[in-house]
């Protein structure tokens, strides 16, 4: 097999396999910088719980619309993952639990719902759908969304870069001076939300937020500044959506599993390798003296 034939043809072929490979790079170029900043922020938990918390509202959708409308599950998804967000900082805000917490709690309930909803009148195949993504079947329309929401994302990101930077690390000096840093939070919760409504139309609700974390964990262990952490993890979640695609292709795999799985690879091979990884650890640590 010609180095044609395995990397280039099925792109060149089939018109799904491209539609694919732009909506995975254009979902990683806007995913992996978030969760970057996700990571920072220690919230890594809170992402993987709002990408079962939009399922309710794409499930909502999925009713509404009679199928696997992109419109209306999207907006479903939007209006789901806020209102969770919403809640849940009302509850830690007025209760003794904290904001991961109230966050676990919303999202189990979240998931169980969105599934009851999408069992009670769906086939078995579009609650699968649902869950697991349909990246091989994705449509213009679904492009143009997915494009819309990482072009939107990296905007803003770029606008509130210095403020983010800031209420990530010390968010009580934001407060000391009126930065403005509920509104930073509030704005980061929903640059999240509207990614993982991005994610869950190619990759499913359960998987979404491994394009998102996944990513970032590598940059973490590559990366030495926010932003080569940030272009990193771009590059290695469009990569992953590349190379993901073109093993589902010839070993006829699942596409979105594959894809999660080849970004967990080279989080291994990071941990191993990378200069914040275990080899190098060893190696760097002092011997004492015999």
Not at 140 to 162: C, E, N
Not at 184 to 203: D, E, I, K, R, S
Request: some cysteine.
């Amino acid at each position: 097999m010609s180095l044609y034939s395995a990397v280039v043809l099925p792109f060149a072929e089939y018109g799904f396999m491209r539609r694919a490979l732009v909506a995975s790079v254009a979902l990683g170029l806007g995913a992996g910088p978030v969760g970057v900043v996700l990571m920072l922020r220690r919230m890594s938990l809170v992402g993987d719980a709002m990408s079962h918390a939009v399922l309710p509202g794409a499930a909502i959708g999925f009713l509404v619309s009679g199928g696997l409308s992109l419109f209306a599950m999207g907006i479903g998804g939007v209006i789901a993952g806020l209102s969770v967000t919403l809640l849940s900082g009302v509850v830690s805000r007025g209760t003794a639990l904290k904001e991961d917490a109230s966050f676990a709690t919303f999202y189990l309930a979240s998931l169980a719902l969105g599934v009851l909803i999408v069992s009670l009148r769906g086939s078995n195949i579009d609650l699968l759908h649902v869950l697991f993504g349909t990246i091989l079947s994705i449509d213009r329309d679904a492009i143009f969304m997915v494009g819309g929401i990482a072009s939107f994302t990296l905007v803003a990101l770029a606008l509130v870069y210095r403020p983010l930077v800031a209420e990530c690390f010390d968010p009580g000096y934001l407060r000391s001076v009126k930065g403005h840093g509920a509104f930073y939070h509030l704005l980061f919760l929903f640059l999240l939300v509207v990614n993982l409504v991005a994610g869950f139309q190619t990759l499913g609700t359960l998987m979404a937020v491994g394009m998102m974390m996944l990513p970032a964990a590598v940059a973490q262990l590559w990366g030495r500044t926010l932003t080569a952490m940030a272009m990193i993890a771009a590059a290695v979640a469009a990569f992953s959506g590349f190379l993901g695609l073109l093993l589902s292709y010839h070993l006829e795999l699942a596409s979105g599993p594959t894809i999660i799985l080849v970004i967990s690879g080279i989080y291994v091979l990071s941990l191993l390798g990378a200069p914040s990884g275990i080899l190098a650890r060893r190696l760097k640590r002092p011997r004492l003296a015999g």
